[in-house]
């Protein structure tokens, strides 16, 4: 009796694991046909009814991921391919400046409005397939169709156990500097800095490299290493809303660096 248990308990992880697998196989077999070009896809979970979302990336460079939202018949309903794209040639600026501010760290990045291609033909995807990803063009495209302005979330985790680099004023007018450059496109620059051990460090660069963004398991991740930059906010948080200045001053910000280094 218990072996008919056991051979039915794998018989379903086996139909389970066939279907995400086959899944998997639907949304960069759809993206393959739009793009010409192979993609690899993370993780995939029901969306309701016969859609699911995938995260997904070109296999050419598996750092540019995002969202799809497809059908089990293969229609995409929804990808963020292009604003990955985009958000991808911000970061390349923005890792090559912090490789002077920081001896070990990682850096992930995505659009927090992003734009969505829906047609197999339209601007979006055509962008991506002529390589065209000019910023101040995004920019203006979110204003029109999204009606409001865009941001990039940047979020930085740098391994605690290296040696520091600069000292802290200059860590602080460094980060100040990247975040004004990033406001002079229009977009409202979001950088999340942790500070962490190494084993955490490792463990939080595992996971975001298979995410898009980040979710509420993140939080809970770094939840042991706080750095309370005000009321509102558990991070070292540069962050401009509208035209208001940084969030966080170089005294605060030294006195938080004090702590946790």
Not at 4 to 18: D, M, R
Not at 99 to 123: A, C, G, K, Q
Not at 189 to 195: A, C, I
Request: net charge negative; glycine share 4%; hydrophobic share 35%.
């Amino acid at each position: 009796m218990m072996g008919v248990v056991i051979i039915a308990i794998l018989n379903f992880v086996g139909c389970n694991y066939n279907s995400e697998k086959k899944l998997k196989e639907i949304i960069t077999s759809a993206l393959e046909e739009k793009y010409d070009e192979a993609f690899v896809c993370f993780d995939v979970w029901a969306n309701g009814g016969s859609s699911y979302w995938g995260i997904c990336a070109p296999e050419k460079n598996q750092d540019i991921r995002f969202t799809s939202l497809f059908n089990s018949n293969g229609n995409i309903v929804e990808e963020g391919y292009y604003a990955s794209c985009v958000a991808e040639q911000i970061e390349e600026d923005v890792q090559s400046k912090l490789e002077n501010v920081f001896n070990d760290f990682y850096l992930h990045s995505y659009m927090t409005v992003p734009l969505y291609s829906y047609e197999n033909d339209d601007i979006y995807s055509e962008n991506v397939r002529n390589e065209s990803f000019d910023i101040d063009e995004y920019v203006s495209n979110v204003k029109e169709k999204r009606e409001c302005r865009t941001s990039i979330t940047l979020i930085m985790l740098v391994n605690r156990e290296k040696p520091d680099v600069l000292n802290f004023a200059q860590e602080y007018k460094a980060l100040s500097d990247l975040c004004e450059n990033i406001k002079k496109h229009n977009i409202n620059p979001r950088v999340y800095l942790k500070f962490m051990p190494k084993d955490k460090y490792s463990e939080c660069i595992e996971y975001l490299e298979i995410k898009d963004s980040t979710s509420s398991y993140f939080d809970d991740m770094v939840r042991d290493y706080p750095i309370k930059a005000s009321d509102m906010s558990l991070d070292i948080c540069f962050e401009f809303e509208g035209d208001t200045p940084i969030t966080i001053t170089q005294e605060e910000y030294i006195k938080q660096r004090k702590e946790v280094s």
